[in-house]
């Protein structure tokens, strides 16, 4: 009976058991940690899109401040208005199709002209800067009215008409669905604490957006306003229709921007769907079980080889002297040498022994 095997047999069942928990734990360990890295480097990403987007927005913000402070400055002047002010202007409201800026606007906004077209010039990211009186007058610096110009002007007097008055004295980000999406920003301005009108400028959100996406590896990137809606979409550089923006994955990576009530979601390009993760767990338990196994199946050969067969050996030659036979078994191993000798001579001094 060899005590060895007995114990190796027991062994095998609970080193493998072993082998399979310590696989489950080194690989759900090495999987957070990875994932944790993963989810670090997105929350970078993110930050850096939303200072980069706010780069790209503060001059747009701060041009608009600026223009009305000027603005507001003029009115006090209460300088003379001009004979003909340079640009388009008229109603939108259906009723009174008559109505026309007063003294004050006009002079206000000839006094403005210069700075607004050279801005309009300079600036890649600035469309058309626009005006809308209180009474319902919209005006643009430009030469000749077209259809988009009116058809914008419109649905912007739609969607103010339709705002909370809690909000008409704020910097506000306007999207207008037109023939193509169209972002304005507008703020308003006040005579004597009386409100006036409201300067607008139209600008490429998308093509900041876009910019954004590209200094981010191309990450799909979302644009959402104050109350979750999503405004505008970027994905590999282009900008994604309606109907697949509402097909995007939302998930906890946001951040809000700190310049305008918006908020920025960010799904990096290597982003994996929850099947994945899970195929990427898996893939890291069977790297540790393989390699966890490899090492159990070598040890237990080893040992096998080197203790086991050696010891069945051993017990063998001693059987064979206690039976009389003056060699016992051949071929010894070489580790085992020793040992073999040391039981022979003990056999050899169990008759002198015996003798005394």
């Not at 069942?13 to 989810?39: E, H, P, S």
Request: glycine share 4%; charged share 20%; hydrophobic share 45%.
């Amino acid at each position: 009976m060899n005590p060895l095997y007995n114990e190796y047999k027991k062994a095998r069942l609970y080193t493998l058991l072993l082998v399979v928990g310590l696989a489950v734990a080194a690989a759900t360990i090495d999987y957070f940690m990875a994932l944790n890295q993963r989810i670090v480097q997105r929350q970078h990403l993110l930050l850096s899109a939303a200072e980069d987007l706010e780069h790209q927005l503060a001059p747009v913000v701060h041009l608009l401040k600026v223009f009305k402070q000027d603005a507001e400055a003029s009115l006090l002047l209460q300088n003379e208005a001009p004979a003909v002010l340079p640009g388009q202007q008229w109603s939108l409201r259906p009723s009174d199709s008559s109505l026309q800026l007063s003294d004050a606007e006009k002079s206000m906004l000839n006094s403005l002209l210069p700075q607004l077209k050279l801005t309009q010039r300079t600036s890649a990211s600035i469309k058309q800067f626009s005006y809308l009186s209180q009474s319902g007058v919209w005006y643009v610096p430009v030469e000749q009215r077209s259809a988009a110009l009116e058809l914008e002007a419109q649905l912007f007097w739609q969607q103010k008409e339709q705002m909370s008055k809690l909000t008409e004295q704020q910097l506000r980000l306007h999207r207008l669905k037109a023939a193509e999406t169209v972002f304005m920003l507008s703020v308003p301005l006040s005579q004597n604490g009386q409100p006036l009108g409201e300067l607008i400028v139209n600008f490429d959100l998308a093509a900041m957006l876009q910019r954004v996406a590209k200094g981010q590896q191309d990450s799909t990137i979302q644009l959402l306003n104050d109350i979750g809606e999503p405004l505008l979409a970027v994905a590999q550089g282009q900008v994604m229709t309606d109907a697949d923006t509402e097909l995007l994955h939302h998930s906890d990576r946001l951040r809000t921007l700190n310049i305008l009530p918006l908020t920025l979601h960010l799904e990096p390009a290597d982003a994996r769907s929850a099947l994945a993760e899970l195929g990427d767990l898996f893939g890291h338990f069977m790297l540790y079980l393989v390699s966890l196994l490899l090492l159990w199946w070598y040890c237990r050969r080893r040992f096998r080889t080197k203790v086991l067969a050696p010891f069945q050996r051993f017990l063998v030659h001693v059987e064979r002297l206690g039976r009389g036979d003056p060699q016992g078994v051949r071929h010894i191993p070489a580790d085992w040498l020793e040992v073999f000798h040391q039981v022979e001579q003990l056999r050899d001094k169990a008759p002198d022994q015996n003798s005394r």
